[in-house]
């Protein structure tokens, strides 16, 4: 067992020799070799964000649907994941049991968790180093295999969500200079015509979010025309109200009727221009100098509306420090009423969004019973501007 210091491009290199399936078995095999660690393992966090499911070399080869489930609320793997730092807990076989976030740009893959016979802060910067490899190694390989897909399954996913989740960008978190976005998705393993979408280019921060009437795989179908045809626009170069004129006329042309409200966005980066489109969708919250309230918006017609609709671009009013909150409507649909989103925006003022998303979806999960009559997506995004000097930090919550 040797303590020197961990060499990422050795662990990277090995990782590239290796098939995609095996890169956790790299990662492991280092740690096993230069800290004599047992028991290594990776948890990814599941679809729905409740649970996290183990992954080691045996479970990863059997693939089968028997790997270990834990519940994420109120364990040790909750703190790590939201903390975002390290953590030992003591292990009665084996001495001490080290957990690390593995996150890629604020994304949560899941958790690197290993036994160590004793440990040194020292050691504990080599496994963070190592799980932070490891997310980069993962991002990289999940592209060959559905290794890494079927470990977050552990429900039944229905056709229309398996439809919908395509739709999705792989990474649910984005950490910038300029700002953090977080996003989510409620009810993830049923129904499928709620999407949100987000890209960068070099000067521009593009965002949408859509609600394609109807349930199952004829809103999914429907969903699919629409973020695909906003994002061919935004591929080919137009601008915003381009955008929503093709994505409007792929619906009248191909969605047999079918209507989607959404908005559409555009954040320059140097903060020179903020602008916004709204079809028929409910208006944003923002959160400024700690208080919350709706974002006051012009509505035009839903896409896909059966007249002629040149939808309208707006400016949108976005300054350093504001957090602002899209959402469709199914975060206030029938049960889900009964939760407080404005109060929840303000309670969690402090949070990382990536954990505000975590919260605004958890209460309208639970206050519907795990039954919602319909998806729900939500975009969370903290502008810190040009010069951040409307940067918050997130305190880690002890």
């Excluded at 996150?103 to 036994?115: A, F, K, P, Q, V």
Aim: hydrophobic share 40%; aromatic share 6%.
């Amino acid at each position: 067992m040797t303590h020197d210091r961990l060499k990422l491009d050795d662990v990277l290199a090995a990782a590239e020799r290796a098939a995609p399936v095996e890169s956790i078995d790299v990662v492991a095999a280092n740690l096993q070799e230069r800290f004599g660690a047992v028991a290594v393992s990776f948890l990814f966090v599941d679809m729905v964000g409740r649970l996290v499911v183990r992954i080691n070399e045996e479970t990863a080869s059997q693939q089968d649907r028997g790997a270990e489930q834990i519940s994420l609320i109120g364990s040790v793997y909750e703190q790590v994941l939201r903390t975002q730092q390290p953590t030992h807990v003591p292990d009665e076989e084996y001495g001490q049991r080290v957990i690390a976030p593995v996150t890629n740009r604020g994304d949560t893959i899941g958790l690197l968790e290993l036994t160590l016979p004793r440990i040194t802060e020292d050691v504990l910067e080599q496994i963070g180093q190592a799980a932070h490899a490891l997310a980069y190694i993962i991002v990289t390989d999940r592209r060959f295999t559905d290794l890494y897909l079927w470990s977050q399954r552990t429900t039944r996913v229905s056709l229309a969500a398996e439809i919908q989740h395509q739709l999705l960008p792989s990474a649910t978190c984005c950490e910038a200079a300029q700002f953090v976005l977080a996003a989510g998705m409620v009810s993830a393993d049923t129904i499928g015509g709620d999407t949100y979408d987000y890209t960068l280019d070099y000067g521009t921060l593009h965002l949408s979010i859509t609600d394609a009437m109807g349930h199952d795989v004829g809103s999914a179908l429907l969903a699919t025309l629409l973020v695909n045809a906003s994002r061919g626009a935004r591929r080919a170069g137009c601008d915003l109200a381009e955008q929503a004129r093709r994505t409007h006329r792929a619906l009248l042309d191909h969605g047999q009727g079918g209507l989607a409200t959404g908005q559409l966005l555009r954040i320059a980066l140097d903060g020179s221009k903020m602008q916004l489109v709204n079809a028929g969708h409910p208006w944003p919250l923002r959160l400024r100098d700690g208080e919350v309230e709706e974002v006051p918006l012009d509505i035009d017609p839903p896409f896909g509306f059966p007249f002629t609709v040149d939808h309208r671009v707006q400016n949108l009013d976005l300054r350093p420090g504001d957090r602002l909150v899209l959402y469709t409507d199914g975060m206030r649909e029938r049960q889900a009423e009964k939760v407080d989103l404005i109060a929840l925006i303000r309670d969690t003022n402090a949070q990382h969004p990536r954990e505000v998303v975590r919260t605004l979806t958890g209460a309208v999960t639970d206050a519907c019973q795990g039954h919602l009559a319909d998806d729900a997506g939500i975009l969370c995004l903290d502008w810190h501007g040009p010069s951040r000097d409307g940067y918050r930090t997130y305190p880690a919550d002890k």
